[in-house]
């Protein structure tokens, strides 16, 4: 059972940078293709980006240019580097595992496992 924790988080002002990670123990997750999602109050859980095993990147349109996501498979975590930060960008950031990627990387309910998440808020 893979265990997926997720830091990074704070409090920080509009245009900042932040960068989050996943550190994932229990198993490996070289070999799966890994998201992040974010959920604002009174939203849904909505795809932020996702990479796949060999690295190939895939961003929501709404932060494309913003945003990075990567991997280091040696110490088995994921990182998404957030640059330029809106106050539309508040929300909890979940990282997110897919065992058995069919293609659907925008779909939440096709990854295994989830971290508890980790806060992200910008003020103006």
């Known amino acids: 059972q893979v265990q997926l924790v997720e830091s990074g988080g704070g409090l920080v002002q509009a245009g900042d940078s932040l960068r989050l990670s996943c550190a994932a123990s229990?198993?490996?997750?070289?070999?799966?293709?890994m998201g992040w999602f974010r959920q604002a109050p009174g939203k849904e859980r909505e795809f932020v980006a996702a990479?796949?095993?060999?690295?190939?990147?895939v961003y929501a349109d709404s932060v494309k240019d913003r945003i990075t996501i990567s991997r280091d498979n040696g110490k088995n975590t994921v990182y998404l580097q957030m640059n330029s930060l809106k106050r539309s960008d508040t929300a909890i950031y979940y990282c997110?595992?897919?065992?058995?990627?069919?293609?659907?990387?925008?779909?939440?309910?096709?990854?295994?496992?989830w971290g508890q998440g980790t806060q992200v808020t910008v003020s103006s």
């Open positions: 997110a595992a897919d065992t058995n990627y069919v293609g659907r990387y925008y779909n939440k309910y096709d990854y295994d496992y």
């Open positions: 229990g198993g490996s997750i070289s070999t799966y293709f």
């Open positions: 990479i796949r095993s060999g690295a190939g990147t």
